[in-house]
């Protein structure tokens, strides 16, 4: 129970933080941590200020990125496109 606690709390964390601007998404993208990892994509980009759920659905389908794609699961290039794409 308190393990899927620490998962949605650090996902919601991910997704401030992401959001308030203190972790980018080029150090989500490099990070290891295992629920960064665990984040959908989708989700992710969302979290990012001034991008909707438009933006982050049609940059990924630009990319070739599947709607329900991990983080851990992205290719380099995908990675540094989203990089590209959202700088």
Same mark, same amino acid.
């Given at each position: 129970?308190?393990? +899927?606690?620490? +998962?949605?709390?650090?996902?919601?964390? +991910?997704?401030? *933080?992401? %959001?308030? @601007?203190?972790?980018?998404?080029?150090?989500?993208?490099?990070?290891?941590?295992? %629920?960064?990892?665990?984040?959908?994509?989708?989700?992710?980009?969302?979290?990012?200020?001034?991008?909707?759920?438009?933006?982050?659905?049609? &940059?990924?389908? /630009?990319? @070739? +990125?599947? /709607? &329900?794609?991990?983080? *851990?699961?992205?290719?380099?290039?995908?990675?540094?496109? $989203? $990089?590209?794409?959202?700088?």
């Amino acid at each position: 129970h308190s393990e +899927i606690s620490k +998962i949605i709390l650090g996902d919601a964390e +991910i997704k401030a *933080r992401l %959001n308030m @601007g203190s972790m980018s998404l080029k150090s989500a993208l490099e990070s290891d941590d295992n %629920n960064v990892g665990k984040l959908k994509v989708k989700s992710m980009l969302e979290s990012l200020p001034g991008v909707g759920k438009v933006k982050a659905r049609r &940059t990924m389908e /630009e990319i @070739g +990125i599947a /709607e &329900t794609r991990r983080v *851990r699961g992205l290719g380099s290039q995908q990675r540094e496109a $989203l $990089l590209a794409a959202f700088s």
